[in-house]
């Protein structure tokens, strides 16, 4: 077939196609056969897709007219898809290193938020970073992740709660989109936490009442892109009922639900994700058992951040039980400045 293309990699002893007959992801029994192919090649066009795969002497033949941008010789190698990090906090200012000492001594995640450090330390030096200096270290934190094997990074605001801010983290994250290689879904978390000054009520409003509004008419603008809404739903951050509110409203704008959930305390996330049509919801450390049936039924995809319940003391997910019960598991490295992961094949 001849033409050009961007790349060929070529002879590699296993290529591992994960969802080889179109699937949108795999359960349990999925995953334990993936597809597989030995001594096989395959070609990307220039627009960056995949345009073919299979056995090595037949790409070869088929492509021997062609020419490539660049190729690759992956004789004795495996070729992986590139790894999806399906919950990141990637932009932010200032750094929290002192709670380390902290945690040591054994100061709880909600220990640490009430004394003023955890998210509203970084916030306090987010809201005062310009967007440049957001973006350098947002680009070079993405840089790392890419050379870790991710390709596909879920990107959240959320550090900076006011409505400035949050705009400010959402365009510097819309410039990484258009300007790098690399996949970004976009996400809104201004309801991250409660602002200081506001009630959770009060707060719930101005996301619905001004922050929305606002994302919306941007999005129109074609001045940036976000895909999910996100809101932190935990005991002394935001209710079950102001989840509900902001989700709802969220989902109202056309944007895909995926947010926080029963990770310190047992909150019925689960339950009301399953409920919204949520695309996913992260953490569910805590969890009910109802929550997780819900979720299987509702196709709910659970996040699940191994390296903050390792860094919190935090009791790991049920995955296996998820598994079992035909839940779609899925997972992310939760990098942040409490969890500084880039990499998804680094876990503890």
């Known amino acids: 077939m001849a033409g050009e293309y961007r790349l060929l990699l070529a002879n590699a002893r296993q290529l591992v196609l994960v969802c080889g007959h179109g699937e949108q992801y795999l359960l349990r029994e999925g995953m334990a056969r993936l597809d597989v192919l030995h001594d096989a090649s395959l070609v990307v066009g ?22 490539f941008e660049s190729k690759i010789d992956c004789t004795g190698k495996c070729v992986l898809p590139g790894l999806v990090d399906a919950h990141t906090h990637p932009v932010w200012a200032g750094d929290r290193v002192h709670e380390f000492a902290m945690k040591l001594a054994g100061a709880s995640y909600m220990e640490i938020h009430q004394a003023g450090g ?20 947002f680009k070079h934190r993405l840089e790392r992740m890419r050379r870790a094997g991710s390709t596909l990074v879920e990107c959240k605001s959320g550090y900076g709660l006011n409505l400035e801010t949050e705009l400010k983290m959402l365009r510097v994250i ?6 790098m290689d690399i996949g970004i879904s976009s996400t809104y978390c201004g309801a991250h936490s409660v602002p200081k000054g506001k009630t959770a009520t009060e707060a719930t409003d101005d996301i619905i009442n001004n922050h ?7 999005q129109q603008s074609g001045e940036i892109h976000v895909n999910n809404i996100d809101v932190f739903c935990e005991k002394g951050v935001f209710d ?18 995926n947010f926080h959930g029963d990770e310190l ?20 450390e805590e969890v009910s058992d109802e929550g997780i049936t819900a979720m299987a039924k509702a196709k709910c995809a659970a996040v699940l951040l191994p390296t903050t319940a390792y860094m919190l003391r935090l009791k790991q997910p049920q995955a296996r039980r998820m598994l079992d019960e035909g839940v779609i598991v899925a ?14 094949v680094s876990y503890p």
């Open 46 to 67: 220039l627009d960056g897709c995949i345009k073919a795969v299979g056995p090595a002497d037949v790409i070869h033949s088929r492509f021997a007219g062609a020419t």
């Open 118 to 137: 955890g998210i509203h330390f970084t916030v306090e030096h987010t809201q005062k970073a310009t967007e440049e200096e957001l973006f350098t270290t």
């Open 174 to 179: 819309e410039r990484a989109r258009q300007s």
């Open 212 to 218: 929305l509004p606002k994302l919306k008419e941007l």
């Open 240 to 257: 079950l009922a102001s989840t509900r509110r902001i989700l709802q409203a969220g989902k109202d704008t056309g944007l895909q639900i």
């Open 265 to 284: 305390h047992p909150m019925k996330s689960a339950e009301l994700g399953a409920e919204l049509g949520a695309q996913a919801i992260s953490h569910l």
């Open 331 to 344: 997972l992310g490295s939760d990098f942040n400045p409490n969890a500084y992961c880039f990499s998804m």
